[in-house]
């Protein structure tokens, strides 16, 4: 979020008439610099005994939402965007499959100078995404905080919640249709 009112401020900026006081190229370095140090600290943030204690799980989960990301955001991006295809799959990918940053850090490895606008087109992206999916992040704790045997089994709490992502989906599918922003392009090659 913080992001997405960076960029805002920007735009505010350039439109008082002050945007040539802002160096591009220090920018550039500053948030290659800054993409650097969160990575460290990403990293440095893992628990390895916690990983070490669910390899099999984690590997398992990991293997099959991977898989399942890569295909469908594959036939995807050729079909949503006009240009910068690969830079946004890579993008949307290391997005969706971690967070933000590594989406941006893989972003950074195609465009290294961010001369084309997916990095910004991201950050929008996942401000964006952020609201849409707010609802799910009281969803997704249902079945641990609300069926949690209070009212029934946590089996059937997590029937539940499957029920009602389910039905967040077909809602969200049908926003998308009716604005009109559901309409895919034939694949280019």
């Known amino acids: 979020m913080g992001g997405l009112i960076t960029l805002l401020a920007r735009k505010l900026?350039?439109?008082?008439?002050?945007?040539?006081?802002?160096?591009?190229?220090?920018?550039?370095?500053?948030?290659?610099?800054?993409?650097?140090?969160?990575?460290?600290?990403?990293?440095?943030?893992?628990?390895?005994?916690?990983?070490?204690?669910?390899?099999?799980?984690?590997l398992l989960m990991s293997l099959l939402a991977g898989l399942a990301t890569y295909a469908f955001h594959r036939w995807l991006m050729w079909r949503a965007f006009d240009d910068y295809h690969f830079e946004r799959f890579i993008g949307i990918f290391g997005d969706l499959t971690g967070t933000i940053n590594s989406g941006l850090v893989l972003v950074r490895v195609t465009d290294p100078h961010f001369e084309t606008p997916v990095a910004e087109d991201l950050v929008y992206g996942s401000g964006v995404a952020l609201l849409i999916g707010a609802p799910l992040l009281f969803v997704l704790t249902l079945p641990m905080t609300v069926f949690n045997g209070m009212f029934t089994s946590q089996l059937t709490g997590y029937w539940i919640t499957l029920g009602i992502l389910v039905a967040y989906f077909i809602l969200m599918m049908a926003i998308w249709r009716l604005t009109g922003a559901l309409r895919f392009k034939a694949r280019r090659k």
């Open 13 to 58: 900026i350039d439109k008082t008439g002050w945007g040539y006081l802002i160096d591009r190229g220090l920018m550039t370095r500053s948030a290659g610099l800054f993409m650097d140090y969160l990575v460290a600290a990403s990293i440095a943030a893992i628990s390895f005994n916690i990983v070490w204690a669910y390899r099999w799980p984690l």
